[in-house]
T-cell receptor, first 111, second 111 residues
Framework: DADVTQTPRNRITKTGKRIMLECSQT?????MYWYRQDPGLGLQLIYY???????NKGEISDGYSVSRQAQAKFSLSLESAIPNQTALYFC??????????FGPGTRLTVL | TQLLEQSPQFLSIQEGENLTVYCNSS?????LQWYRQEPGEGPVLLVT?????EVKKLKRLTFQFGDARKDSSLHITAAQPGDTGLYLC???????????FGTGTRLKVLA
């Protein structure tokens, strides 16, 4: 079984809808991250959490919110989706050495 | 704002050729990582470098961290079709576990 899982894997939605992307991990890591990937732009950090009570904004947090429900779960929400949030979204965890482990990604399309 | 610029953005070469990918910044990083990403998957860590001037080898891949810890290079010897993918560098500063990703180099190795 995969160590970092994301649901859904693909989602098509309409402008103005609320969307939640979920991430679960079995690696036992405290540190978790949400990234967005657009063609030609690499990965951009949206939010990160170093433990259940610690939530931090990344480079591009506007329009997004997160919830760390437990050590193993970190959810990303788009309160009112807009077309320029169409992208590939990745969840990741990090061990004590700084190695990041990525989920398979969620492809989100906002019409 | 910290930026990591990668060059070239795209590279298409024949099997057996050598290549070098560059990752440059005006900022100093405490550690720098290289990842490879294949279509439909999340990035996978190749190496982490932490000391200025450090050189690490992974089979046919050689990674170097610049003396000033602002830049890095990835050299591939005798490239193979299996090396095809998106190569990403990522830097962390100040001993944090918050990563800034480069813009990526998309490599295609033709048989």
């Amino acid at each position: 079984d995969a160590d970092v899982t994301q649901t859904p894997r693909n989602r098509i939605t309409k402008t103005g809808k609320r969307i939640m992307l979920e991430c679960s991990q079995t690696k036992g890591h405290d540190r978790m991250y949400w990234y967005r990937q657009d063609p030609g732009l690499g990965l951009q950090l949206i939010y990160y959490s170093f433990d259940v009570k610690d939530i931090n904004k990344g480079e591009i947090s506007d329009g997004y919110s997160v919830s760390r429900q437990a050590q193993a779960k970190f959810s990303l929400s788009l309160e009112s989706a807009i077309p320029n949030q169409t992208a590939l979204y990745f969840c990741a965890t990090s061990d004590l050495k700084g190695t990041q482990y990525f989920g398979p990604g969620t492809r989100l399309t906002v019409l | 704002t910290q930026l990591l610029e990668q060059s070239p953005q795209f590279l298409s070469i024949q099997e057996g050729e050598n290549l070098t990918v560059y990752c440059n910044s005006s900022s100093v990083f405490s550690s720098l990582q290289w990842y490879r990403q294949e279509p439909g998957e999340g990035p996978v860590l190749l190496v982490t470098v932490v000391t200025g001037g450090e050189v690490k080898k992974l089979k046919r891949l050689t990674f170097q961290f610049g003396d000033a810890r602002k830049d890095s290079s990835l050299h591939i010897t005798a490239a193979q079709p299996g090396d095809t993918g998106l190569y990403l560098c990522a830097g962390a500063s100040g001993g944090t576990y918050k990563y800034i990703f480069g813009t990526g180099t998309r490599l295609k190795v033709l048989a």
